[in-house]
């Protein structure tokens, strides 16, 4: 409880109410509405049966170890090393195993996982709203700033409320950090256990957080140093002082300890361990200009693709501190919590800038501070708080109510798209090829050589991450990689010498338009072809438009466009090709299907239907592209052949900037095989 003699005595919206902090009750009842909202609107993706690929099937791998306790490890990094701690990774695997496992409420164990971040996030938008009612002194407000906030991530990037992608998966646990560490200005110490807690799941997800959050200390206590000249009672580097809180801040720090226990069990069971690789990753890194890493904290500013209004929030908020500070700081505890928050946000933001300036490798990657757009974000709530405290008691606290709807009201109706990732959320095609893979004669696990052309590696990379976390769940060490192993894959997943060596080999690459060279793949599934090593190459059987361009233009019928080489557009919701007559046909016809996808939330279907029977339906996304989609032509298929391929997304270049074409582009069509039973 908030001790009443810090209140502010006069001139705030906050005096009614600052009698008595909320009962756990009332904090417990708000948590469930949090959960119950978020709940609702990401129905639909929780009811999915998912199957996940690409960083959430790298998650996985890990997530299985953490039902267990056995894992230690953080989560990937794109460099090339674990993060320091498997925290954030616990919630999820806690998600999994009582939400799906246990208790059966989701279809899926990632449905789980998702439903765990919902949890997790709900829990800090709680946190941060109880640590504001400490400075307001009454819970509207607070409620109000932290709708505020909620609004602006909203606004940033709507994926931070509704996705478990690890960049967003920081960025309210940073809030709850800043708004935690500004009392440490004044030399307050009841909210350290706070900021233990959400440091340590800041550290364990990312290693940049330990230099960021120690920059942020350090200026949080130059602050403190200047405001306690006249009083060193609160300056919090003395003997006193620590004598004084001598029982917070050890909790605060055991309960931080407990976060870098992993790490240091990596460290000394893996000598010398992930620090030697955040060290050495530290030394390598050559920095960023001063201008070019103001410049990359200056695009959080604009929260999301909005302008750089919220930069008016600066000036506003300095001219009210000012003010206070002249008037009745001395007096009130509402004016110090502001005082303390806006030394908060500068702190952390030259924590950003010292790490756009020295550890940031490619500042064109504006996720990896995605996290700091909280701060502009609560820069605007503070100015609010302001505005609304200038009102007075009750009509403050009715205007703060009325704007705290209208911001969550907001955060529900920003344009919701899908998460800019859920395209790897949900593949089903992964089943398949684990089946295919599964049914290989041979023994021991299947040794993989990925294709490491860049242009290709997402879906390559990706899709094998899928196949690995789905043969996990199901307890079977199918396969390891060789060539092309990275860190997401896990070490237990990378190949010994002995099975590269006597193991089933295979080379991965995306499909790809059939290859006379190369030859039929010996798999062909979601996505990817895989080749045997040392196997002769199966014979080629597609007759391509590259090579037969003229027998195309004859039976291509409506809804093509004119052949562009090495394949045919389909234009427009209907595409034709008529067959003539084969006795040597068989009942099966395999076309070799390209596909107009032009980023993740693009899917299509295309129904085929021959002389009138449905014959099939393939779907495409931005991870299968590429599809050998076989037809049923029924018992009559030596007969002529029209085919009907109905497209339901067919989309234009234009229509999304990539050029000035307007052609309603669904297939391309590259061959047909020659062979089909």
Not at 71 to 82: C, D, P
Not at 97 to 122: C, E, K, R
Request: hydrophobic share 50%.
């Amino acid at each position: 409880m908030m001790d009443t003699r810090e209140l502010p005595r006069h001139g705030t919206l906050s005096a009614p109410a600052a009698r008595a902090a909320p009962s756990l009750l009332t904090w417990a009842v708000l948590f469930l509405l949090i959960v119950a909202a978020l709940v609702a609107f990401e129905w639909n993706m929780l009811a999915n049966v998912n199957r996940e690929v690409s960083d959430f099937a790298a998650n996985s791998l890990l997530i299985q170890d953490a039902k267990r306790l056995h894992l230690i490890y953080g989560n990937y990094s794109r460099v090339g090393f674990n993060h320091p701690g498997p925290a954030i990774l616990y919630v999820l695997a806690f998600g999994e195993l009582v939400f799906h496992d246990w208790l059966h409420l989701v279809p899926s164990p990632f449905s789980g996982q998702l439903l765990g971040g919902i949890l997790y996030n709900a829990a800090w938008m709680v946190l941060v709203c109880a640590l504001v009612r400490r400075i307001t002194g009454a819970l509207v407000p607070a409620l109000m700033f932290t709708a505020l906030l909620v609004l602006g991530a909203a606004m940033s990037a709507y994926s931070i409320i509704n996705g478990i992608w690890f960049p967003h998966l920081y960025v309210f646990p940073y809030a709850a950090m800043i708004v935690a560490i500004a009392p440490l200005v004044y030399g307050r110490t009841d909210t350290l256990k706070a900021l233990a807690v959400s440091s340590g799941f800041l550290v364990n997800g990312h290693a940049s957080f330990i230099p960021m959050l120690g920059v942020a200390l350090i200026v949080v206590l130059a602050a403190n140093y200047i405001v306690s000249r006249r009083d060193r009672t609160h300056r919090v580097l003395t003997r006193a002082w620590f004598d004084r809180n001598r029982t917070e801040v050890r909790i605060a720090c055991g309960i931080l300890f407990l976060f870098f226990v992993p790490l240091l069990i990596a460290t000394v069971t893996e000598w010398p361990g992930p620090l030697w690789d955040y060290i050495k990753f530290g030394r390598g890194n050559k920095g960023n200009k001063p201008l070019e890493a103001l410049k990359f904290v200056g695009t959080y500013w604009r929260l999301g693709q909005a302008s750089m209004w919220p930069l008016l929030a600066v000036p506003l908020l300095a001219v009210a501190l000012f003010k206070d500070a002249k008037v009745d700081a001395d007096r009130s505890a509402f004016v110090r919590g502001t005082r303390a928050l806006a030394v908060a946000f500068l702190a952390a933001t030259v924590a950003v800038l010292y790490y756009a300036k020295v550890g940031v490798d490619d500042l064109h990657q504006d996720y990896v501070a995605v996290f700091y757009y909280t701060v502009p974000a609560m820069c605007v709530a503070l100015v609010v708080l302001y505005a609304c405290r200038s009102l007075g008691n009750r009509v403050g606290s009715v205007a703060a109510g009325v704007l705290a709807a209208a911001a969550l009201a907001g955060a529900a109706h920003v344009e919701r798209p899908t998460p800019m990732y859920e395209v790897f959320y949900n593949q089903p095609g992964v089943v398949g090829l684990y089946d295919k893979l599964r049914a290989l004669p041979g023994e021991g696990r299947i040794v993989l050589d990925l294709d490491q052309d860049m242009r290709t590696w997402g879906v390559v990379w990706g899709n094998t991450l899928g196949l690995q976390a789905h043969a996990k769940r199901q307890h079977v060490d199918l396969v390891c990689v060789n060539q092309g192993w990275h860190i997401s894959n896990t070490k237990p997943g990378q190949c010994r010498p002995e099975e590269v060596e006597h193991n089933r080999r295979y080379f991965v690459q995306q499909v790809d338009a059939p290859n006379v060279a190369r030859g039929e793949p010996d798999v062909e599934m979601f996505g990817l072809a895989l080749y045997r090593k040392d196997a002769p190459p199966r014979p080629f059987a597609y007759l391509t438009v590259k090579e037969a361009p003229d027998y195309f233009r004859r039976i291509l019928g409506k809804g093509w466009s004119t052949v562009e080489g090495d394949f045919v557009w389909s234009n427009g919701h209907v595409a034709e090709i008529n067959l003539p007559a084969d006795p040597a046909r068989g009942r099966m016809l395999t076309l070799d299907l390209g596909s107009f996808i032009p980023n993740g939330e693009i899917r299509m279907t295309v129904q085929a239907f021959a002389n009138g029977r449905p014959a099939g339906t393939a779907t495409f996304n931005f991870i299968e592209i590429r599809h050998r989609f076989t037809l049923d032509l029924g018992a009559g298929a030596t007969a002529p052949q029209h085919i009907e391929l109905r497209i339901d997304n067919p989309t234009s270049p234009k229509q999304f900037d990539l050029s000035p074409d307007t052609r309603l582009l669904g297939v391309s069509l590259y061959g047909i095989r020659k062979d089909n039973p």
